[in-house]
């Protein structure tokens, strides 16, 4: 009898032909998480995975924890890996069911020539929780305990479910986008929409030194760390000094206009990193009508500029819906830390909602000269895991 984690893959499996790549990118992905909580050995039944731990020792929670925040799995069960004898089956019934609680029994034969049929499984195995645990009774409508157990040619698992995954695609497999990263909620949530879906993210972080101080930026770095170990691994980000096209912002720029051509510059400097980085698209944490500035159409100036994808996976939410989303990824208690954000310093007191693109244009070319010919903007970069 052996450990293990059976793990189901989800959407994976409508993938036809392309269905390996995603397949394999997980896979590896679960043997690098396994291989740093202990020893394992890995075997695919049908269209699970099986994760067998080959020390009676192993601590497969431990395990669990990690696994389930991999993107692209659904469900994680754990069980063990037993003989196909009756007795066997029933030693290692023992082990999963449950004190106190109802069950039902669902068996399944991979294996067709397996001698007992699944009713008569279901039964026999049913009678033996019902005498041998004590406090169980058999509910096939609504258990608390469902105990799988599935035949197979030349073993058997048993199994209970054990955590929900994420679900999506394989962080990684549907290419790389720029996301506009501030230090609020809706970004964080946003990117790790986008992540969810297989993108790997390259956060751009603007800032305004000397209004904004460290503690800004070691906000937004931790929200990063943290998307982090739902990446599995370091996430390159871009940190860019906005501070001087602020200020040419603030007095080139009619005050109504000064988000929508922050945003615009913001915009211009994102696709850059996003084409020096062989990125596909760019991510906002954008909601439609939530703010002044997130209008139809001052998002339609806003996206003027891009000429790249640009993804909004947030646009059709509440912001009820947006904060629910980031307690359960474990980003909002980060994101409502108390800093300054550069957007906040420059907003204006009565903000465009319907912005003119000629209008706005013209006020980007005063601010265009007053930076000068030679402008270039400052930034560094580094990888957070």
């Known amino acids: 009898m052996k450990k293990c984690l059976l793990i189901s893959f989800g959407?994976?499996?409508?993938?036809?032909?392309?269905?390996?790549?995603?397949?394999?990118?997980?896979?590896?992905?679960?043997?690098e998480t396994a291989d740093k909580t202990g020893s394992y050995e890995f075997k695919k039944y049908r269209a699970r995975y099986a994760v067998i731990a080959k020390t009676d020792d192993a601590n497969l929670q431990e395990l669990i924890s990690r696994v389930k925040n991999i993107f692209g799995i659904t469900?994680?069960?754990?069980?063990?890996?037993?003989?196909?004898?009756?007795?066997?089956?029933?030693?290692?019934?023992?082990?999963?069911?449950?004190?106190?609680?109802?069950?039902?029994?669902?068996?399944?034969?991979?294996?067709?020539?397996?001698?007992?049929?699944?009713?008569?499984?279901?039964?026999?195995?049913?009678?033996?929780?019902?005498?041998?645990?004590?406090?169980?009774?058999?509910?096939?409508?609504?258990?608390e305990q469902v105990i799988n157990i599935e035949i197979f040619e030349n073993s058997v698992i048993v199994f209970t479910e054990a955590a929900r995954g994420m679900g999506g695609l394989p962080y990684g497999t549907a290419g790389r986008v720029v996301s506009l990263f501030s230090g609020g909620i809706d970004s964080p949530v946003a990117s790790?929409?986008?992540?969810?879906?297989?993108?790997?993210?390259?956060?751009v972080h603007f800032h305004t030194p000397p209004y904004t101080g460290e503690g800004s930026l070691l906000k937004v770095k931790d929200l990063i760390?943290?998307?982090?170990?739902?990446?599995?691994k370091s996430v390159i980000s871009y940190f860019v000094n906005f501070t001087t096209v602020q200020l040419a912002i603030k007095k080139c720029v009619p005050d109504k206009y000064v988000t929508v051509v922050s945003r615009r510059f913001m915009a211009r400097i994102?696709?850059?990193?996003?084409?020096?980085?062989?990125?596909?698209?760019?991510?906002?944490?954008?909601?439609?009508?939530?703010?002044?500035?997130?209008?139809?159409?001052?998002?339609?100036?806003?996206?003027?500029?891009?000429?790249?994808t640009v993804l909004r996976p947030l646009v059709g939410l509440d912001k009820e819906e947006i904060v629910k989303k980031a307690r359960q990824?474990?980003?909002?208690?980060?994101?409502?830390?108390?800093?300054?954000?550069?957007?906040?310093?420059?907003?204006?007191?009565?903000?465009?909602?319907?912005?003119?693109?000629?209008?706005?244009?013209n006020a980007e070319k005063k601010v265009l000269e007053e930076l000068g010919t030679d402008w270039k903007y400052d930034f560094s970069a580094e990888r957070i895991d």
């Open 192 to 203: 790790w929409m986008m992540m969810k879906r297989g993108c790997e993210i390259i956060p």
């Open 225 to 232: 760390k943290h998307l982090a170990t739902f990446a599995g």
């Open 329 to 361: 990824i474990g980003t909002y208690e980060i994101s409502i830390r108390k800093e300054i954000d550069c957007c906040h310093l420059f907003v204006p007191k009565r903000p465009e909602t319907k912005a003119n693109i000629a209008s706005v244009c």
């Open 75 to 143: 469900v994680i069960f754990q069980g063990y890996i037993v003989s196909r004898d009756m007795d066997s089956i029933k030693k290692c019934v023992l082990e999963v069911a449950e004190k106190n609680s109802t069950f039902k029994i669902r068996s399944k034969r991979h294996d067709k020539s397996y001698p007992i049929k699944s009713f008569d499984l279901n039964r026999e195995i049913g009678e033996f929780v019902l005498t041998g645990v004590p406090g169980t009774s058999v509910d096939v409508h609504n258990p």
């Open 270 to 308: 994102a696709e850059e990193i996003a084409r020096s980085e062989k990125a596909k698209g760019i991510v906002t944490g954008e909601a439609l009508a939530q703010v002044a500035s997130q209008t139809l159409e001052n998002m339609l100036c806003v996206d003027e500029v891009f000429g790249l």
């Open 11 to 31: 959407e994976l499996l409508l993938k036809g032909k392309n269905r390996s790549i995603f397949e394999n990118t997980l896979v590896k992905k679960i043997k």
